[in-house]
């Protein structure tokens, strides 16, 4: 008997436990909003016009991984000072690990359970776009203020012609130089008139400090590599993105270049070297004089590198070439409240505070630009040559705007790991990536 | 006797010998991942690997609980494993009775079709799944990650394996008496089993509390989710902090190494698959 | 005898039903779903509408996905290093995991702190477990290596080189694996009766004739289980892969659920994905048939 009510007990509490977990479906039945033609939600700090139409209550589900580099406090901050602005609407911000987003979010999307609206790197934009599961916002932009977001940020996020998605953050690549190293071999700092010939006369005088020393730390990678090719006139595919052009002789030549500081005069460490350590891992230890990497290090760098250090526009060869990683905020092409995750997404992307916040978490720079937020860029030191991060943008090379890039990077990727181990040559390399690539993946569709 | 006492000590000596090194095989990662829980973020990448921490801090478990309602998370998994271990338990129990004494046509095929579900990886049927759960209403709610223990067929399989052992005199004893085969399992044969039984309990409770991937895109509300889930949280795009995933993972085994002494008095004779003494 | 099987079926239904239930909701249906996305080129990006005729006009390929899989060299390759893991991993595996079990045969002071010890990995989960050994394997300070110097031997560059990087990974599933095993072969030798033992020590058998004469036999019920099951685990390892060595060096690790994953989530070819995964079904099934009927020649039942 009392073995059966203990039983009994158990389901009961199980099952209580079930309905107390069990939330409400989110309000996805509520009226849309009545579209608003001329309604104004300008950027702050001017005060924002009020909301013209009574409308229905609203809520409205936000995704996003940014909010863990430090942002959590301010996004809500900022959630409060919209939904104060915009009564009518609730925000329900959901902030996913950044290692499973993507699966999360896909799988949310294929399963007809997509969030109103979410953030999403550049990569993936282009294969949501391309499937079509992006809202076009080209209608509703009419109130952004393009001093505040540049006109060719909003226009990286357009696909075929149409804006979907707004602008959130971005980053660029930098060198990164150990100046007490240069110091100690008597050479001159690097600068914005340095060439790849100039960092390996660096590299070989740094390495010849000590047998654990190292010239330069620069991943080589297909992330690495598109934009490097640039570096050297070549690219990874052609001009209408139609064909592979992986294997081209100036591509070789770039390889080349790549794998001898490695294999040869070994002023890069080898992935054994390198053992469970990644390139800031290495850099940080202070016996490697320069490295190529995002501006997202400064932060890392100013706590951990017991150096001085400075950085400047990452040399080319026949030109230059830097990195434009963006991250940027669309609206889902399936939901019922466009317009009301639109205003949302406009307000993050244009506002002042998480300008200001990104800043002072000094990890990326947020597209949006205001003056004093610049201004505290650019004196937070180190580095103090803040101003090469901005020179960089002159320069930029996005990466291929392919759905596939994805696959592309991982093929790729194994043929740049192996010659970087010495196992293929850099030709050999590259012609397998070619020809892999050309079997696999389908430019043409 | 004098053979039989120095074979006694012989014995002893390389008993410890062997558990001493297969155990410091086992230790030695361990002791990494509480020393690299207790280091400062800087400390964790220095190298060489310091194996005595020069600088001793809290910080990282500090960071755990701040990053979110870390009694919530820790109850979230509680509440889910107890009751997926419970269902489970009495799904597997009675499934295994059927496959075991119950003669039934297309017996063999049917265990056999749940052996084979086994060979399917579950990020395959993750995105239908997630449309069957979603389109009945419960994303973020426990039902939809218990559920799943209706049907667990590492369960059934270890347990029809030591229901096979049972004399059939048993059950024919109390039909006898006229007890229904409800009473016979529950009354009878789970308590003869209690080994078998406790062993898929541990081992039920040990999956569910560490599952990720199903929690992951079913429980995505802060409130709703479970340890696992709510540790992977942590790692932003830039941010990676070793220390503070350490500290996390060494307080996700806390709760299943108790459960595990709990039940491993049940079967001190290891788990037993194809018997019962007497 | 009609009725009794019918009878039983009846009486049997109750006690299959929530199984059978979690089967048809958890299993079936959405293993039916995967098997239909199989024959399409769905991307798993847009919202899935099995069920509309358009979502087929659209995506049908039919055998498409099989024909690529079978004609790239990608999947072979993934196979190939699979088999590595398993040639590496299955022998080595029984081997500490019977040597666990045999050591704690006897009860002695400690071996209930031992059990307990070699259980800790099983219950870890592998994103801890992984992170442990990708440091333990480190080529230059990690701990493995530092103990190889000691007794003279360089290590190897383990998950840095494409030649020992599953030999890596092989060595983290033991370490997680062996007190599960162990437990259960020692469950097995507990039921070992001793008389045959003592038996056979009147008789003058030595240790090994007796491990191999009766241990072994008689432990063979529960040799196979573990091995259809360790063998089953291994073609589908993904989480000690993932998180250790990312398919990597060069495509090294790469296996078929990490590439399941990637293209289901990463390449946005759930259709593909879907297609890797029957033809993974198929292969475990095949060996796991092969096994069951294998069993009769080397597994013994009675006693």
Redesign the interface.
Known sequence: MKKRLLIVFMVLAMVASMFAGCQAAPAGQDTPDAPSADEQVSAAPEEPTESEESEEPVTISFVNYSAIEGNAETIDRMKETFEAQNPNITVEIETLGYDDYYTQLQTRIAGSNAPDCFELEFGPFVSFADEGVLYDISSMMSGIDTNVVSQSSLDAFKYNGANVALPYSYSTCILVYNKDLFDEAGIAYPDDTWTWEDINTAGEAIKALGDDHYGIIQPVSTYELFKVVAQNGGSLLNEDNTQFTVNSPENVETLTYLCDRILNTNIAPTAQQMGSLDEWGVFMQGNTGMIVTGIWCFTRFAEECDFAWDICVEPGNKAKATHYFANGLAVSGSTQKAEAAYKWIEFLSTGHDMAMARVEAGWELPCASYDDVLALYLETTPPDNKQAVFDSLEYVVSQPKITEFSQMGDILNTELQAATAGQKTPQQALDDAQAELETVIDLTD | MMLKKSNNIFGAVRFYVFALIIGLLIAVPFYWMAITSLKTESAVLTYPIEWIPTEVTLENYASLFSSFSFGRIVLNSCIVSVAYTFVALVSCCMAAFAFAKLPFRGRDTILKIFIATLMIPAQSTLVPLFMIFNGMGLTNSYFSVILPSLFRVTGIFMLVQNMKTIPNDYIDAARIDGASYFKILFRIIVPLLGPAVATVGIITFMDSWNEYLWPLVMLTDTDMMTLPVALSTLSGMYERNFGVQMAGSLISIIPIVIVYLAAQRRFKDGLSLGGIKG | MKN???K??L??L??????????L???L???L??LA?SLTSY??????DIFSAEFWQQNFVGFENYQKIFS?S?FWDSLLHIGYFIILYIPLMLA?SL???T??N?P?K??VF????????????W???A?????????????LNDLLAKVGIQGP?W????NWAMVGIVLASV?KDM?FYG?????????INPEYYEAAQMDGAGKTQKFFKITMPLLS??IY?ALV?SL?NA??I?AQVMIMTG?????STEVI?ER???Y???????GY??A??WI??AI??VL?FIQQKAQKKWVNYDA
């Open positions: 009794k099987n019918s039983g079926l009486t049997a109750p006690f299959l039903m929530p199984s059978i239930g979690g089967f909701l958890i299993s249906i959405p293993i779903f995967s996305l991307s798993g990006l847009k919202g899935l790239g990608e500490s040597g666990i079990a050591l704690l006897k002695r400690g071996s031992f059990r307990v010890l070699f259980y800790i990995p099983v219950l870890t989960s994103v801890a477990g992170i442990i050994w990708r440091w333990v394997l480190d080529p230059q300070y990690g701990v560059g998950l840095q080189d494409g370490w007190g437990l259960i072969f020692l469950g097995g030798l507990k039921n019920p529960i289980f099951l089953i073609f589908m993904f398919g990597g060096p060069y495509g659920v399941i994953y990637n289901a989530f990463h390449y946005h070819k759930m994905a879907s890797l995964s993974l079904f475990v099934f796991t």
